[in-house]
């Protein structure tokens, strides 16, 4: 059984840094793309950046040269490094993964098979 567990949200003022980790477990594929995905209230879930096992990384434009996918094999941990926060920035962001590459491009959340609880972002200006 899968499981993504998320945490490291909270509330920061605009300018901040917060640093997301997601913890998997049951998930031992040797190829896998994982990613962020974030919704705030009354919107789409939408692609903030992914990671493959070869360590492709992709990123949303809103959030390019701010926010920075990692991942600790070793760990079997996803983070994502989140600085220069902006109030558009709040939602809930969510872990996701799945057993193959990533597509190199944007990602659509109908393509991941496995999904953290989420955890709460909220910028404040």
């Known amino acids: 059984q899968v499981l993504l567990v998320e945490s490291g949200g909270g509330s920061v003022q605009a300018g901040g840094s917060l640093r997301l980790s997601c913890a998997a477990s049951?998930?031992?594929?040797?190829?896998?793309?994982m990613g962020w995905f974030r919704q705030a209230p009354g919107k789409e879930r939408e692609g903030v950046a992914t990671?493959?096992?070869?360590?492709?990384?992709n990123y949303a434009d809103s959030v390019k040269g701010r926010f920075t996918i990692s991942q600790d094999s070793a760990k079997s941990t996803l983070y994502l490094q989140m600085n220069s926060l902006k109030p558009e920035d709040t939602a809930m962001y969510y872990c996701?993964?799945?057993?193959?590459?990533?597509?190199?491009?944007?990602?659509?959340?109908?393509?991941?098979?496995?999904w953290g609880q989420g955890t709460q972002v909220t910028v404040s200006s």
């Open positions: 049951g998930f031992t594929y040797s190829s896998y793309c």
């Open positions: 990671i493959d096992s070869d360590s492709i990384t």
């Open positions: 996701a993964a799945d057993p193959r590459y990533c597509s190199g491009g944007l990602e659509d959340q109908a393509d991941f098979g496995h």
